[in-house]
Antibody
Framework: EVQLVESGGDLVQPGRSLRLSCAASGFTFDDYAMHWVRQAPGKGLEWVSGISWNSGHTGYADSVKGRFTISRDNAKSSLFLQMNSLRTDDTALYYC???????????????WGKGTTVTVSS | EIVLTQSPGTLSLSPGERATLSCRASQSVASDYLAWYQQKPGQAPRLLIYNASGRATGIPDRFSGSGSGTDFTLTISRLEPEDLAVYFCHQYGNSPDTFGQGTKLDIK
């Protein structure tokens, strides 16, 4: 069974850091691009970041550029999101998603995890 | 970035009826790279349609996608109670990826 399981969400103060993880199983992880997508409470979906199969290309939403870093460990079938300088508007449910191809652009997202909650508040 | 506007915001229909959901892009979506997702209450989104009209694995043929350029449609024929959900469109032809704000489908 194809599965994505996120972890690492927490309640943190503004300005602090947090690292999210996503464990993948049931598919050949290093064949596919991966993404992080977030959903603020009661809101729609926002693409946060994407990474190609071999980490050769990464992309970020303007809202997180310079603060967040996406990475992956293909040997461990894991995806990460390092979140620095967190702001209250980063509060959201963060989903790990699998891309439909090897690059993070030009493909849909065909598998989604259940998400991990990040709350940024003083 | 491309802004996707979905309409209507809420749709209330009865079982057996046909639902037509619209997604309009602020500029042409490259290669018609548009997807539709279903998000049931308390669940993660699920891919329904990709590349505007391709049906994802395991999705019933009651779900169909159409359109090109800036206007796209998700049609659900013969509604069932389990179709209660929010439906999002997503364009991935132009960077950055963007999503519509969603259409909530209520089943009477």
């Amino acid at each position: 069974e194809v599965q994505l399981v996120e972890s690492g969400g927490d309640l943190v103060q503004p300005g602090r850091s947090l690292r999210l993880s996503c464990a993948a199983s049931g598919f050949t992880f290093d064949d596919y691009a991966m993404h992080w997508v977030r959903q603020a409470p009661g809101k729609g979906l926002e693409w946060v970041s994407g990474i190609s199969w071999n980490s050769g290309h990464t992309g970020y939403a303007d809202s997180v550029k310079g603060r967040f870093t996406i990475s992956r460990d293909n040997a461990k079938s894991s995806l990460f999101l390092q979140m620095n300088s967190l702001r209250t508007d980063d509060t959201a449910l963060y989903y790990c998603t699998k891309g439909g191809g090897s690059v993070f652009y030009y493909y849909y997202m065909d598998v989604w995890g259940k998400g991990t909650t990040v709350t940024v508040s003083s | 970035e491309i802004v996707l506007t979905q309409s209507p915001g809420t749709l209330s229909l009865s079982p057996g009826e046909r639902a037509t959901l619209s997604c309009r892009a602020s500029q042409s979506v490259a290669s018609d790279y548009l997807a539709w997702y279903q998000q049931k209450p308390g669940q993660a989104p699920r891919l329904l349609i990709y590349n505007a009209s391709g049906r994802a694995t395991g999705i019933p043929d009651r779900f169909s996608g159409s359109g090109s350029g800036t206007d796209f449609t998700l049609t659900i024929s013969r509604l069932e109670p389990e179709d209660l959900a929010v439906y999002f469109c997503h364009q991935y032809g132009n960077s950055p990826d963007t999503f519509g704000q969603g259409t909530k489908l209520d089943i009477k």
